[in-house]
């Protein structure tokens, strides 16, 4: 059992982890880098130390008068023959709100089985940021302590980069970098409007919304990388309705 969660608790690598800004000083210079996991790194981890066959998740909605505002997630794991399980939650969001909820649900709940939890004993790192637009990115990747450092070699090979998203296993930044004009026209908001229908106006307040959500620091991981990958989809759409492109 001690074996078990010292691997379930071993840190990733480097390569692994993901960054994101917290709060910035005055003149939003410097900003302290927040860390976190995306799904598929903890699930690998998983696999990894305990086998696939070994843990299994399970999901209830939360609901009130409104409908579903939430998720439980109950992860199980098989040790010694006996299913052991442990539970944690997540709210819903704007922004892929069932499939954003059920991730971090999923995150929480490993968390109580050791996996990641180390990151939240990190200090804060100021690093250097830098306005785009209305968001505050990070300009360089903070160096991690020593004792944050894997040191059994644990998800050498699956530890995806930062921001996994929807179509493939590219990450964002990379994504958004070979993004066609075709790509962005298809991106549709939450009710389901492709970006290439809606007025200059109607981006320019969209883009507006989005950025205010990514600066108020409130996103879950997963929020943040789709949030970011429609931004880049509505300023192209609103770059090209503005030179008449489209």
């Given at each position: 059992?001690?074996?078990?969660?010292?691997?379930?608790?071993?840190?990733?690598?480097?390569?692994?982890?993901?960054?994101?800004?917290?709060?910035?000083?005055?003149?939003?210079?410097?900003?302290?880098?927040?860390?976190?996991?995306?799904?598929?790194?903890?699930?690998?981890?998983?696999?990894?130390?305990?086998?696939?066959?070994?843990?299994?998740?399970?999901?209830?909605?939360?609901?009130?008068?409104?409908?579903?505002?939430?998720?439980?997630?109950?992860?199980?794991?098989?040790?010694?023959?006996?299913?052991?399980?442990?539970?944690?939650?997540?709210?819903?969001?704007?922004?892929?709100?069932?499939?954003?909820?059920?991730?971090?649900?999923?995150?929480?709940?490993?968390?109580?089985?050791?996996?990641?939890?180390?990151?939240?004993?990190?200090?804060?790192?100021?690093?250097?940021?830098?306005?785009?637009?209305?968001?505050?990115?990070?300009?360089?990747?903070?160096?991690?302590?020593?004792?944050?450092?894997?040191?059994?070699?644990?998800?050498?090979?699956?530890?995806?980069?930062?921001?996994?998203?929807?179509?493939?296993?590219?990450s964002s930044d990379n994504f958004t970098s070979t993004?066609?004009?075709?790509?962005?026209?298809?991106?549709?908001?939450?009710?389901?409007?492709?970006?290439?229908?809606?007025?200059?106006?109607?981006?320019?307040?969209?883009?507006?919304?989005?950025?205010?959500?990514?600066?108020?620091?409130?996103?879950?991981?997963?929020?943040?990388?789709?949030?970011?990958?429609?931004?880049?989809?509505?300023?192209?759409?609103?770059?090209?309705?503005?030179?008449?492109?489209?």
């Amino acid at each position: 059992m001690n074996e078990l969660l010292a691997a379930l608790s071993e840190p990733f690598s480097p390569e692994a982890i993901d960054w994101r800004v917290g709060a910035t000083n005055s003149e939003k210079t410097k900003g302290i880098a927040l860390a976190y996991l995306q799904a598929r790194p903890v699930m690998d981890r998983l696999d990894e130390a305990i086998g696939p066959e070994n843990w299994a998740d399970t999901y209830a909605p939360i609901q009130d008068i409104n409908g579903t505002v939430g998720f439980i997630c109950t992860l199980s794991l098989r040790i010694n023959g006996e299913w052991v399980s442990k539970t944690d939650g997540a709210d819903t969001s704007d922004i892929e709100a069932i499939k954003g909820g059920i991730s971090d649900a999923f995150k929480r709940a490993a968390v109580k089985w050791g996996v990641g939890r180390y990151l939240y004993d990190l200090p804060n790192i100021w690093v250097p940021v830098e306005t785009r637009g209305k968001s505050v990115v990070l300009k360089d990747t903070p160096k991690l302590p020593d004792w944050a450092l894997p040191k059994k070699g644990l998800n050498p090979k699956n530890e995806t980069p930062a921001r996994e998203i929807e179509k493939g296993t590219e990450s964002s930044d990379n994504f958004t970098s070979t993004m066609t004009i075709e790509d962005a026209c298809k991106t549709t908001t939450s009710k389901g409007v492709a970006y290439g229908k809606m007025s200059i106006v109607g981006l320019e307040k969209m883009l507006s919304y989005m950025h205010a959500k990514v600066n108020d620091n409130e996103l879950s991981p997963e929020e943040t990388a789709e949030i970011e990958r429609k931004i880049k989809a509505a300023q192209m759409v609103h770059s090209a309705k503005v030179n008449k492109e489209i």
